[in-house]
């Protein structure tokens, strides 16, 4: 599977943005989803994961409440709404499919396929 994220952009503290990853081939319900960021000079972190069905989803305990990871079958599409942005959440944004991972959520080394990230910078 190819993913190809997209909604990085400029904002101001407290504003909203909405992220996309476009995922090629016909077997986008198999993959759990994630989101991860990296911000420079730190490693790259766990945000939110949606599994294969959509009906589960789970988040870093700094993004709880304001980010929503959602995804749609139809459009091959999953999606990550941030509300309530802080400076701290800049970063360049990866999405993340896991195909055979065991674990919930899949570890990192589970996610065998990422897209090229989106940059996300807020302001204070």
């Known amino acids: 599977v190819q993913l190809q994220a997209s909604g990085g952009g400029l904002v101001q503290a407290g504003d909203s943005l909405r992220l996309s990853c476009a995922a090629s081939g016909r077997t986008f319900s198999t993959y759990t989803m994630g989101w991860f960021r990296q911000a420079p000079g730190k490693e790259r972190e766990f945000v939110a994961a949606?599994?294969?069905?959509?009906?589960?989803?789970v988040y870093a305990d700094s993004v709880k409440g304001r980010f929503t990871i959602s995804r749609d079958s139809v459009k091959n599409t999953v999606y990550l709404q941030m509300n309530s942005l802080k400076p701290e959440d800049t970063a360049v944004y990866y999405c993340?499919?896991?195909?055979?991972?065991?674990?919930?959520?899949?570890?990192?080394?589970?996610?065998?396929?990422w897209g090229r990230g989106t940059l996300v910078t807020v302001s204070s």
């Open positions: 949606v599994s294969r069905s959509g009906s589960t989803t």
């Open positions: 993340a499919a896991s195909q055979y991972g065991t674990s919930w959520p899949p570890k990192r080394y589970e996610y065998g396929y």
